[in-house]
């Protein structure tokens, strides 16, 4: 295969995972469209953009690490993303996952809750809870009793899918 029909195969991964693609001497040999709107047209070039930053990062700790790593929630050009960089021996690999901004997540948080039938109380509860309060801290932040927010929460649950129990939303 050539690296043509390599890359090829590449500009296909979907419509927000960016995607590029250097060399061991980090000149960049292949970005996807997601990859071109963050960073520019780096082709033919050496990289020293922030995902280089993150590579930094894994040849510090190479006895660590075996050449890839995830990157939670990191910043890149200005935006937060979940990146993770690949080492093969060959060539260098960076993917990147844009996330939503902090008010786009509460607003499509707040649309699934509507959705399911909860109330408005519970539905600002449960933002609460995927945000990481503890009950003690809700019922603080919003003047209720913890015995009315028990009731809330078990209301909630009732509306939602088992996956939003609280072992997994406070996990």
């Known amino acids: 295969m050539s690296t043509d029909q390599e890359f090829n195969g590449l500009k296909c991964m979907g419509s927000k995972l960016g995607i590029c693609v250097k060399d061991q001497d980090k000149t960049v040999l292949f970005q996807n469209d997601v990859s071109l709107r963050m960073c520019g047209n780096l082709t033919g070039q050496v990289c020293s953009k922030a995902c280089m930053q993150l590579y930094n ?22 935006s937060k993303v979940d990146a993770m ?14 996330l939503e901004s902090d008010q786009e997540r509460i607003e499509k948080q707040e649309h699934f809750f509507i959705d399911r039938g909860l109330t408005k109380s519970e539905a600002r509860i449960m ?45």
């Open 127 to 171: 933002q609460m809870v995927m945000q990481g309060l503890t009950n003690a801290q809700i019922a603080e932040k919003l003047f209720i009793s913890k015995a009315t927010l028990k009731t809330h929460l078990n209301n909630a649950y009732k509306k939602l899918p088992s996956s939003m129990r609280p072992s997994q939303l406070r996990a």
């Open 57 to 78: 990062q894994i040849e510090e700790c190479s006895a660590l690490s075996q050449g890839m790593k995830l990157f939670k929630s990191t910043d890149l050009e200005g």
């Open 85 to 98: 960089v690949v080492n093969d021996g060959d060539k260098i690999t960076t993917m990147f996952y844009p």
